[in-house]
């Protein structure tokens, strides 16, 4: 059982930057970051194996970092230039499985999941 608890969240000005943390009871293979706002599906944004592979949605790409620190086993997400349309209670999820990056489309292939932390981005 892998236990998650996220940090990091607020309320930001669009343009603004937040980092996200999520510490982990133990270093698990896939680590990744979903969010879901009211009335919207949950969306997956980013995963990161423990080699550090990552992957993207496009919505975030070039906007927002994964990073882990696996002797720590905290995940992290920098998010930059957030837009209004970022606000969602963002969530840290994890599974043991062998396909980390591709799995972030799926929430339903993660087993275990943080309680979410609230970011708010005003225009």
């Known amino acids: 059982q892998v236990q998650l608890m996220e940090s990091g969240g607020g309320s930001v000005q669009a343009g603004g930057s937040l980092t996200l943390s999520c510490a982990a009871s133990?270093?698990?293979?896939?680590l990744a970051w979903f969010r879901q706002a009211p009335r919207k599906e949950r969306e997956g944004i980013a995963a990161?194996?423990?080699?550090?592979?990552?992957s993207y949605t496009d919505s975030v790409k070039g906007r927002f970092t994964i990073s882990r620190d696996n002797a720590k086993n905290i995940l992290y997400l920098q998010m930059n230039n957030l837009k209004p349309e970022d606000t969602a209670m963002y969530y840290c999820?994890?599974?043991?499985?062998?396909?980390?990056?591709?799995?972030?489309?799926?929430?339903?292939?993660?087993?275990?999941w943080g309680q979410g932390t609230q970011v708010t981005v005003s225009s």
């Open positions: 133990e270093n698990a293979y896939c």
């Open positions: 990161i194996n423990r080699l550090s592979g990552t």
């Open positions: 999820a994890a599974h043991k499985r062998p396909d980390c990056v591709g799995s972030v489309r799926t929430p339903s292939l993660f087993d275990f």
